[in-house]
T-cell receptor, first 114, second 114 residues
């Protein structure tokens, strides 16, 4: 089975801190995604990557950056956390080539910025 | 571009009663269709998918969805719900044979009443 793991289930950070969210997948998937999930808004795509060192902006990239140095790992970085970034963050991966294929999700990181 | 609409944000239903969660999509090309489920405090899991072939697809836990091309719908149904079905359900669409991302609906929260 595909396994996608995220470094923390719950995280509390202060405004202005730099925050790293880590995601690792064990199925050699090319594509990886970061979403945030907020009540009533569903999933919104922040960034995605279709290969090592490649990244593309999603629908809401402002205030975030990403890093993909190895195929299995995709990191989301909040350069200076703000209270409006309090949310559930979900990482996902999908197999080769097409971005259209089904995605496999991690358990999520609930981030609170105070 | 594709879009997906889940018509109900919340659906309350009594245990052992039938349920239908509605999903409509818009696309200028043929699509793949998915239903994902998110149990409390977990990530999303794929429930079922339509790629091609039979328009009726089933999951292992008794859910089914029918692809209706003329009505551009992919409603999710279960004849008798259980308390363990309490979750949020997301419909998703992606274009067939194109390098484009999956688009998720805003989700429908299913409340099972005792």
């Amino acid at each position: 089975d595909v396994k996608v793991t995220q470094s923390s289930r719950y995280l509390v950070k202060r405004t202005g801190e730099k925050v790293f969210l880590e995601c690792v997948q064990d199925m050699d998937h090319e594509n990886m995604f970061w979403y945030r999930q907020d009540p009533g808004l569903g999933l919104r795509l922040i960034y995605f990557s279709y290969d090592v060192k490649m990244k593309e902006k999603g629908d809401i990239p402002e205030g975030y950056s990403v890093s993909r140095e190895k195929k299995e790992r995709f990191s989301l970085i909040l350069e200076s956390a703000s209270t409006n970034q309090t949310s559930m963050y979900l990482c996902a991966s999908s197999p080769s080539g097409s971005l259209s294929y089904e995605q496999y999700f991690g358990p999520g990181t609930r981030l609170t910025v105070t | 571009a594709q879009s997906v609409t889940q018509l109900d944000s919340q659906v309350p239903v009594f245990e052992e009663a039938p349920v239908e969660l509605r999903c409509n999509y818009s696309s200028s090309v043929s699509v793949y269709l998915f239903w994902y489920v998110q149990y409390p405090n977990q990530g999303l899991q794929l429930l079922l998918k339509y790629l091609s072939g039979s328009t009726l697809v089933e999951s292992i836990n008794g859910f089914e969805a029918e692809f209706n091309k003329s009505q551009t719908s992919f409603h999710l149904r279960k004849p008798s719900v259980h308390i363990s079905d309490t979750a949020e359900y997301f419909c998703a669409v992606s274009p067939l044979n194109r390098d484009d991302k999956i688009i998720f609906g805003k989700g429908t929260r299913l409340h099972i009443l005792p």
